[in-house]
Structures are given as structure tokens and as C-alpha cells.
């Protein structure tokens, strides 16, 4: 059973950094593929990094060169590491199993808040 926990949101201001962290746990963690997803009020979810379980990235367009994500493996946990944080960035971040959109495949969220 997938159960993903996230943390590390919270109230920053423009240009500033947060670092996201999610605590997976599940069987066959280091092959399976993770996302970090987002959605502000009013706009759809968007993916905004996606990780192989080797650790390669694909990140959005919006994000690339600001935001680093990673993972380890034997802490079964992924980062995303945001720099240079814009205000269009607040929204509530979450945290995919898989990058599958079953309801089981996704944490609580954890909101990010970027004021100007």
C-alpha cells in the first residue's frame, strides 16, 4: 500500500528558496518513477517535475533552472528544491506515486504560499 507524506511548504517571499521533501512508502521505491505535481486556485494540476528511479529529471518549462528535484532511494523520500520562488509558484504541491493519477497515488499536499 502507497502512502506519501510531504512537507516542507509554508509562506516565503519572492526569491526566496523552500525546500519539499515527501516520505514514500511502498514496495519497489528505487524503479518507480515519482512526481512532484501542483495546483493553485483556479488553474489545473500541473507536473512540475518527474523522476525516474535512477534519478533522471524532466521538469516543466515554468520551473527549469529554478527547481531541482531529487530523490534517495534508501531514505525512500524526493525533494524538490525550489530557488528564485515567483509568485505564480504558490499553490499546493503534491507529491505522486508512479506518476499515475489513481487516488491512492498522491499525498495531502503541502501549500506553498510566494508573496511579492
Known amino acids: 500500500q502507497v502512502r506519501l507524506v510531504e512537507s516542507g511548504g509554508g509562506l516565503v517571499q519572492a526569491g526566496g528558496s523552500l525546500t519539499l521533501s515527501c516520505a514514500a512508502s511502498g514496495s519497489d521505491f528505487n524503479i518507480t518513477a515519482m512526481g512532484w505535481y501542483r495546483r493553485a486556485p483556479g488553474k489545473p494540476r500541473e507536473l512540475v517535475a518527474g523522476i525516474t528511479g535512477r534519478g533522471r529529471v524532466n521538469y516543466a518549462p515554468t520551473v527549469e533552472g529554478r527547481f531541482t528535484a531529487s530523490r534517495d532511494n534508501a531514505k525512500k523520500t524526493i525533494y524538490l528544491q525550489m530557488n528564485k520562488l515567483e509568485v505564480d509558484d504558490s499553490a499546493t504541491y503534491y507529491c505522486?506515486?508512479?506518476?499515475?493519477?489513481?487516488?491512492?497515488?498522491w499525498g495531502q499536499g503541502t501549500e506553498v504560499t510566494v508573496s511579492s
Open positions: 505522486n506515486w508512479g506518476l499515475r493519477h489513481d487516488a491512492n497515488c
